[in-house]
C-alpha cells in the first residue's frame, strides 16, 4: 500500500514570530521531497512539529489519512516517524552499539545485556553504510562526520516509513555523502516517504524528486525538481534575483604587515605547519575531513596543546596557554559547530556577545546593563541580526543569525581583534545569508584585519579567499593563489599521497 504523509493548515507562534501560517502540502511514499527556504523560513519548525518535539497551535498531520497527534518525541517514534536533525542526538559517553540500539537494546533471557547480538546487529549496519568505525567506539572520540552517521544509523535500524533529514551532508565528506544518497536512493525504493532539507541546491537536484518552498513560514510554491532551476528556486526562496553572489564582493587589494607567522607547529595531529597571514588579507584553508584544518585553529586559538614550533602575534612570540590568552592579544575564533562550542545557546543575544569582554561592561562586580545592551544593538545593527530582542535567546535563532551573533562577538567596539579565524561560517546557511557573510569577510579583510577562513566548500574558497593552503592528514600539501587555483588543483592537492 502507498504511503502518504498530509501537513494540514499548520501554524505555530513563538513569542515575536509567526514561525508557520496555513502550510499544507501533501507528500508521497517512494519520493523524496526537498523542504527548502532562507533560515527561519520555517523548516526546522515545522520537523520538530512532525517528530513531537513541539505542538502546533493549529493544523493536523495525517499518516495514510490517520489523524495523528504527538504529545512527545516517544509518540513520533512510534508512529515510524524519525527525524535526524543538524544538532546530533547522541550520548557521547556511549559505544557506537549503544546509541544505535539504545531504545531497543537486545537482552539475555535473564534480562541482562546480550553484548554479543548487540555488537553483531551493529556491525551489520556499519558495514552496510561502509565506515571505518567499530560497535565499541565511543561517541564522544568520533569525528563530527562519523557522529552524524551514527545518527542516521539510528533511523535506518528503526525501519521507519516516514524519515527527515535536516542538513544530513554538513558535516560529511564527499565519500560519506555518496554513502548517504545510495541509502536514500534505497529507502525511496523500497516506498519510504522522505523529507530532506538542505541549503546546498546541488544537493537538492541530485537527490530530490520534489521541492515544497517556504519562506517566513508560508508555503510559497511546490515544484518538480527536474522540472526547475537553481535561478528559479533561489527566487522564490529569497523573493530575489540572486546573479552571481561572488561576481559582487566588494575585496580588499592592498595587503599590509604579517599579523601572524606559524612556523613548523607540531601537535598530535599537525606535522610541522607553517604559514603567514597578512593584514586585510584572506587566507583559505582547503582539505577533506579530517585533514588537521580545524586542528590548526585550535592550536592557534590555545584551546589544544602544542608539541613544538612557534606562533608570532605581529612580530612577538608568543606562547597561548588558553583561549583567554589568544583572546587578549587579539584573536577570535568562530568555531566549526557554533551550537556546541560558539555559543551559550539558552542565554539571550546579548549574554552571548559580551562573554569576551565581560571586565569591560562591568561596574566593580555588577554587569553593567547599558554598556552590554550598547554593546549587543551595535551587532545587530551592524549584522542584521533578525531578533525583535537582544535579549532573546540564542537557541530560538536561525543558523544565519546565530553565526552573525559570533560574527559580533569578536568584532565588537570592546575588542582589538586583528586576526579572525572562521571555521565553517557558512554550515546549514540558507544561500541568500551566505552572501551577506561572504561580503562581510571581505569587509573585515577592507578593515585591515587578517582573516582565517576554513570551508569544506570549495567553491567558497575558490571565490572568497586571496591565498589557499591545502591540508592532508595534518600536514600542508600546497599554497596557490585564488588567480591560480581550481577546483582540480585544489583537490588534486587535498587527494595527494
Known amino acids: 500500500m502507498e504511503k502518504y504523509l498530509d501537513f494540514v493548515d499548520i501554524s505555530k ?57 504527538f504529545s512527545s518525541p516517544r509518540d513520533s517514534l512510534a508512529a515510524g516517524i524519525s527525524v535526524i536533525y543538524q544538532e546530533r542526538q547522541l550520548i557521547p559517553m556511549l559505544s557506537v552499539a549503544e546509541n544505535v540500539f539504545l531504545d531497543c537494546l537486545p537482552k539475555k533471557r535473564i534480562g541482562l545485556l546480550d553484548k554479543a547480538r548487540l555488537w553483531d546487529d551493529t ?12 560497535p565499541d567506539d565511543s561517541v564522544a572520540r568520533l569525528s563530527v ?23 544530513p551532508t554538513a558535516p560529511l565528506a564527499d565519500a560519506e555523502i555518496s554513502i548517504l ?20 541546491l546541488a544537493e537538492i537536484f541530485q537527490v530530490t ?36 553572489t561572488y561576481e559582487k564582493l566588494s575585496r580588499n587589494t592592498d595587503f599590509g604587515d604579517v599579523v601572524l607567522d606559524v612556523r613548523n607547529l607540531n601537535t598530535n595531529m599537525l606535522k610541522d605547519i607553517s604559514f603567514s597571514l597578512k593584514s586585510g588579507e584572506v587566507l583559505g584553508f582547503a582539505g577533506l575531513i579530517g585533514a588537521g584544518r580545524t586542528e590548526v585553529a585550535r592550536a592557534i586559538f590555545g584551546a589544544d596543546p602544542i608539541l613544538s614550533g612557534d606562533i608570532y602575534v605581529h612580530g612577538e612570540k608568543v606562547c597561548f596557554k588558553s583561549p583567554r590568552d589568544a583572546i587578549e592579544r587579539g584573536i577570535g575564533l568562530c568555531p566549526e559547530d557554533r551550537k556546541d562550542q560558539g555559543l551559550v545557546l539558552r542565554q539571550s543575544i546579548s549574554c552571548n556577545i559580551s562573554m569576551p569582554v565581560l571586565e569591560k561592561v562591568a561596574d566593580s562586580a555588577f554587569m553593567n546593563k547599558k554598556k552590554e545592551e550598547s554593546l549587543a544593538n551595535e551587532a545587530v545593527g551592524k549584522y542584521g541580526i533578525k531578533t525583535h530582542s537582544i535579549y532573546k535567546i540564542a537557541a530560538e535563532l536561525s543558523g544565519g543569525n546565530q553565526q552573525k551573533v559570533i560574527l559580533g562577538r569578536w568584532t565588537s567596539s570592546k575588542l582589538t581583534t586583528s586576526i579572525l579565524i572562521l571555521d565553517e561560517p557558512t554550515k546549514g546557511i540558507d544561500v541568500g545569508t551566505k552572501a551577506e557573510i561572504y561580503q562581510m569577510v571581505c569587509d573585515l579583510a577592507k ?46 592537492l587535498a587527494m595527494l599521497d
Open 123 to 134: 556491525e551489520k549496519i556499519i558495514n552496510k553504510f561502509g565506515l571505518p568505525i567499530s
Open 181 to 200: 544518497f545510495k541509502l536514500i536512493s534505497q529507502l525511496r525504493d523500497e516506498g519510504k516517504i522522505i523529507l530532506y532539507v538542505s541549503h546546498r
Open 209 to 244: 524528486d520534489d521541492i515544497i518552498v517556504l519562506k517566513d513560514g508560508r508555503l510559497v510554491e511546490i515544484l518538480k525538481t527536474i522540472e526547475s532551476n537553481e535561478q528559479e528556486l533561489v527566487r522564490a526562496m529569497v523573493g530575489r534575483e540572486l546573479g552571481n
Open 447 to 492: 578593515e585591515g584585519k587578517g582573516v582565517i577562513y576554513i570551508s569544506s566548500e570549495l567553491i567558497e574558497v575558490l571565490n572568497v579567499c586571496d591565498n589557499i593552503i591545502v591540508m592532508r592528514n595534518g600536514k600542508i600539501t600546497g599554497r596557490v593563489t585564488r588567480e591560480e587555483a581550481t577546483e582540480e588543483s585544489v583537490l588534486a
Open 13 to 69: 507562534a513563538f513569542p515575536g514570530v509567526q514561525a508557520l501560517k496555513d502550510i499544507k502540502f501533501h507528500v508521497k511514499g517512494g519520493r523524496v521531497s526537498a523542504l527548502l527556504g532562507e533560515n527561519g523560513a520555517g523548516k526546522s519548525t515545522l520537523l520538530k512539529i512532525l517528530s513531537g518535539d513541539i505542538r502546533p497551535d493549529a493544523g493536523t498531520i495525517l499518516i495514510n489519512g490517520e489523524d495523528k497527534v
Open 145 to 167: 562526520a562519523h557522529q552524524q552517521m551514527v545518527e542516521i544509523m539510528k533511523a535506518y535500524r528503526r525501519s521507519s516509513d516516514i524519515i527527515a533529514f535536516d542538513e
